[in-house]
């Protein structure tokens, strides 16, 4: 055994080598012993001054490829269309006052994905995408090691921060000084010559706190004579960990400063001249008893920033001196044996099986992946041979699944994860190639924009693992219905597209649409239950619809709205008539935003509400009127959707709170006192936050009490999130206000809410009134209503009463509060005051 062992360690690589070795110090070991000592004592400070400057030019080294990423990480947007073209449609498109959210915000949100490939492609912390006027459209930027996504996005002509992380799906409204800390500004500031971006990418230096912040500038203009269509920036941070992790590699100490230390020593410039890495003359090191350090600046926009390399003195002379005694004994020791082997080691054991590995090593370096000759020379050398024939393979099976991942990648970003379709991308591109084709050979095409009918309901009451099953299985329907020559997209939610190209005439369009509408009436089953779920249809026909992707897409979608319009479960062509209800939508929401701003078009009327006991005003209902100068009376069934949709609701809801409460307040200086005022209240403001501290605000200022005042809602808030709904509805509860539901039973109320609901009222809605006391369902539907009001101990008031045997049938039946024509009709405050005054409780058997 201990002969074998003996023959391994002669046969090793390791011995070999050392003999090698040992020869050469062997024969220049007399020579090197006299000036030995003296050469140490002169190499400390060449040692240290070489180590300096490799970390100088490692550092700049470093830099510039951080540089050169920073450029061609902006680089891209030259060329990349689908980028440059959502640019152009902001730019075009975007209006503060009156702005697109459905379009401009997919649009930003589609930008900021693009953005976030980018700057994690390219290892970067931030990059940032700005408008023709220099206005911030996009940006994304590194929290610590995640990535947030974030855009601009106008609520009522006021910016919105709108932002989510990488790993989220929905974008949350952001603080507007989260910019800041992002360093990040809605207003790009050049700091350099705008020709300077517009022929070349410019990088540029800013110092930041303990850091050096390397920003990418570059300027888009579609041709020299037309204005700046967008501008790009993408930057990285030179942190202090940046700096610590370069130092613990070189083992030389580099620091950043923003000026000089006391003794510190300027040797120059990091970057003298564009042609060099680091500095283009020897540094001058500065020594002092524990250390050897030199300094280099960079000049930044805000001056000149200082970096400093120092090497620890006694490190270097305890490496040397140990190195010193352990060089000396391994030469005397191998000098030994240096004569007798150097020949037969050289020329057998070293020459051929190098030359040999060698050639493996080209083979693997032109591609050649062939099992080549292992070497069996029983040492270290037979492992490494064996070690490059698996390095061969590894390579091999590498190149294979990067292949694979390529492809893979190209599949995903094209396709939609849940049903294997084409995506919002694919079909833009495929539609834009389309068109080309359509327009060289004067065809017509057709784009479709399905949307599927009462989806959101299905999601809300049998969860959205069911609807996304449900959308797997439409999904492999349409796939089975499209045409071969179609191509059929989800591009979000519910909704599909389907571009149809080389269409004849629109009796082709009608018979497909309603071939797609019939594939719906068959239910379908998941897991096994079944549920029948319609579609509305839009088409938009190339090129009488619109000759570009954005027009027809466009116009298909509100083709699809003005099916749903028409009772859902059917499609629609678009129409000049649909661009005009577009328009005059426009217009009136413009209207309503000048309005807003006038102050003086609304006026609250109130409508009594009597109680059917003794006939007195028991309470009120105030109602909104507008009194448009240019469309006149509208009614609210038209304007308070308007406001939903645009975010004004918060305005005229504030208002409406206030001059409800305020008017209240005055009816008591009339001396009329009425139980409370009934104020309706929007779905959109109970899920405004600051809703709540407003409403104790209006309270406060105007006087009134908390049981004075009953807010009025509708079911549809409560399906929305029954949950959160009940919380919200508590805290009012427990303020003291009462709180009614409004049109009881033409909504989503479930029992299973209804009994941990926190309300007060319940409000019977005019259609069912309207068939007492004849109709039998009518009949059925308020005694239901009534009994359950009972049982749950809530008052009860009954909508849109308009003849005595209506109030008759509710008065028996037992209803708390009649409100209605047969009373009264919404009346001005003047009229309130006057009918409250003359009513006569004692007189309701007379009327």
């Known amino acids: 055994m201990k002969t074998i062992k003996l023959n391994k360690r002669i046969k090793s690589l390791s011995t070999r080598v050392a003999v090698l070795v040992t020869l050469g110090g062997t024969l220049v070991l007399s020579a090197l012993g006299f000036y030995f000592d003296q050469f140490l004592q002169h190499s400390f400070k060449d040692n240290a001054q070489s180590r300096v400057q490799h970390a100088f030019e490692r550092l700049a080294f470093n830099i510039s490829q951080v540089e050169f990423n920073l450029q061609e990480g902006i680089s891209f947007i030259r060329n990349h269309e689908p980028t440059l073209a959502s640019i152009a449609l902001i730019n075009n498109y975007e209006d503060k006052n009156t702005y697109n959210t459905f379009l401009l915000d997919e649009e930003k949100k589609a930008l900021a994905e693009e953005l976030l490939k980018r700057v994690k492609l390219s290892f970067n912390d931030t990059i940032a995408l700005y408008n023709q006027n220099s206005e911030l459209i996009a940006y994304v930027a590194r929290d610590h090691q995640d990535y947030h996504l974030n855009f601009i996005s106008y609520d009522n002509s006021q910016i919105q921060l709108m932002r989510r992380w ?86 030389v100490n580099l620091t950043l400063s923003q000026a000089l230390t006391s003794g510190s020593l300027i040797s120059g410039d990091l970057f003298p001249d564009s042609g060099s890495q680091g500095p283009s003359r020897p540094l001058r090191i500065q020594e002092s008893s524990e250390a050897y350090h030199a300094s280099l600046k960079i000049d930044s926009l805000d001056g000149p920033v200082y970096l400093t390399a120092s090497l620890a003195r006694g490190d270097i002379k305890q490496i040397l001196e140990a190195s010193q005694q352990q060089f000396l004994l391994l030469l005397l020791l191998a000098a030994v044996f240096s004569l007798l082997f150097i020949y037969l080691i050289i020329h057998r054991s070293l020459q051929r099986p190098l030359h040999a590995l060698m050639e493996q090593i080209e083979h693997i370096e032109h591609r050649d992946y062939r099992h080549a000759k292992q070497l069996t020379t029983g040492d270290e050398l037979e492992t490494v041979s064996a070690k490059l024939n698996q390095l061969a393979r590894s390579v091999q099976e590498r190149e294979q699944d990067l292949v694979n991942s390529k492809a893979k990648l190209e599949y995903m970003s094209n396709h939609d994860v849940l049903t294997n379709l084409p995506n919002r991308r694919f079909f833009a591109h495929r539609l834009e190639y389309s068109l080309k084709q359509a327009q060289s050979k004067q065809t017509q095409l057709a784009v479709m924009f399905i949307d599927l009918d009462q989806f959101k309901q299905v999601n809300d009451t049998q969860g959205h693992h069911i609807g996304d099953l449900l959308l797997t299985q439409v999904a492999e329907r349409l796939r089975s219905y499209v045409g071969r020559q179609d191509t059929l997209a989800r591009i979000g939610g519910d909704e599909f597209n389907i571009l149809i190209e080389d269409l004849t005439s629109c009796q082709q369009l009608a018979i497909i649409a309603q071939k797609y509408i019939q594939m719906f009436s068959e239910p379908f089953t998941v897991q096994g239950q079944e549920i029948t779920i319609s579609s509305s249809i839009g088409i938009a026909l190339y090129p009488r619809d619109g000759t570009d992707s954005v027009d027809l897409i466009k116009n298909a979608d509100l083709a699809m709205y003005q099916a749903k319009e028409q009772g859902r479960n059917n499609f629609c062509f678009f129409s000049d008539d649909l661009f005009e209800q577009l328009s005059e939508k426009t217009e009136m929401t413009y209207e309503l935003r000048q309005a807003i701003q006038a102050g003086d078009q609304f006026v609250l009327h109130y409508q009594p509400k009597v109680c059917a006991g003794s006939g007195r005003v028991a309470s009120m209902e105030a109602l909104i009127r507008w009194i448009s100068p240019k469309f006149g009376f509208v009614p609210p069934d038209k304007f308070i959707s308007l406001a939903e949709e645009s975010g004004m609701i918060h305005t005229i809801g504030k208002w409406v709170l206030e001059q409800g409460c305020h008017d209240y307040m005055r009816l008591q200086e009339h001396n009329i006192t009425l139980e409370h005022v009934g104020i309706n209240v929007s779905n959109i403001q109970l899920q405004n936050e600051p809703f709540i501290p407003e409403l104790m605000r209006v309270m406060k200022e105007s006087g009134i009490q908390a049981k004075q005042l009953e807010l009025e809602i509708t079911e549809s808030y409560i399906a929305t999130d029954a949950d959160s709904a009940i919380k919200t509805l508590q805290t009012f509860r427990d303020m003291g206000l009462g ?109």
């Open 739 to 847: 709180i009614a539901i409004d049109d009881f039973g033409t909504g989503y109320s479930s029992m299973s809410y209804l009994q941990k609901l926190p309300i007060s009222r319940l409000k019977i809605d005019k259609s069912f009134v309207d068939g007492l006391p004849h109709d039998s369902d009518s009949i059925a539907i308020v005694n239901a209503i009534m009994s359950l009001t009972e049982n749950f101990k809530l008052e009860v008031t009954a909508e849109g009463v308009e003849y005595q045997e209506q109030l008759e049938f509710l008065a028996q039946a037992g209803c708390d509060e009649i409100q209605g024509y047969y009373f009264s009709k919404p009346l001005p405050f003047d009229q309130l005051v006057e009918f409250c005054q003359a009513r006569n409780p004692g007189n309701l058997r007379a009327l």
């Open 166 to 251: 990488e790993y989220q799906s929905e974008y949350q409204k952001t603080p507007l000084d989260k910019l800041e800390k992002d360093v990040m500004a809605l207003r790009h500031q050049m700091f350099y010559d705008n020709k300077e971006v517009e022929e070349k990418i410019l990088v540029t230096y800013q110092k930041r706190e303990h850091a050096l912040d390397m920003r990418s500038h570059m300027s888009i203009r579609l041709s020299p004579n037309q204005p700046q269509t967008a501008h790009i920036e993408m930057s990285r941070i030179l942190d202090e960990d940046f700096f610590r992790q370069l130092s613990e590699n070189l083992n």
